[in-house]
């Protein structure tokens, strides 16, 4: 028997490398309570969330240039669209199949993304 590769295994095979990465370097620069959400088959806004939290606004902003710039140099890839840095309490970063939320904590409990996708897998990343 053989594997069968489609273009859709491949482009949730790249989301689930690149929420992965994204998480990875939200750790790197001490972001909070990181998780990745695994909404595929739910919905077809995105295959992963990746959620974590800021220590403070400038915290937020700096966490969304940081991932904004290394997703940009090691995948090639850039953001479809960003959000919130204006306020910084929540920033969106839209990389189509993988969408970031880097919340100030008080947002992220408001909006409480996590129930609100209850049928999602969630995989709560650590080092």
Same mark, same amino acid.
């Given at each position: 028997?053989?594997?069968?590769?489609?273009?859709?295994?491949?482009?949730?095979?790249?989301?689930?490398? =690149? %929420?992965?990465? $994204?998480? +990875?370097?939200?750790?790197?620069?001490? !972001? #909070?309570?990181?998780?990745?959400?695994?909404?595929?088959?739910?919905?077809?806004?995105?295959?992963?969330?990746?959620?974590?939290?800021?220590?403070?606004?400038?915290?937020?902003?700096? =966490? %969304?240039?940081? $991932?904004? +710039?290394?997703?940009?140099?090691?995948? !090639? #890839?850039?953001?479809?669209?960003?959000?919130?840095?204006?306020?910084?309490?929540?920033?969106?970063?839209?990389?189509?199949?993988?969408?970031?939320?880097?919340?100030?904590?008080?947002?992220?409990?408001?909006?409480?993304? +996590?129930?609100?996708?209850?049928?999602?897998?969630?995989?709560?990343?650590?080092?």
């Amino acid at each position: 028997m053989t594997d069968t590769f489609t273009e859709d295994s491949f482009e949730e095979e790249n989301s689930e490398s =690149l %929420a992965t990465f $994204i998480a +990875e370097q939200l750790s790197a620069k001490k !972001g #909070e309570q990181i998780s990745i959400m695994d909404l595929r088959g739910l919905t077809s806004l995105a295959d992963f969330f990746v959620i974590c939290n800021g220590l403070s606004d400038v915290h937020v902003k700096t =966490l %969304a240039d940081e $991932i904004s +710039e290394k997703v940009r140099i090691e995948m !090639g #890839e850039k953001p479809w669209r960003r959000e919130g840095l204006e306020t910084r309490r929540w920033v969106v970063l839209d990389f189509v199949n993988v969408v970031v939320h880097i919340f100030k904590s008080d947002m992220r409990e408001f909006y409480a993304l +996590e129930k609100m996708w209850g049928d999602a897998t969630v995989k709560n990343f650590e080092d």
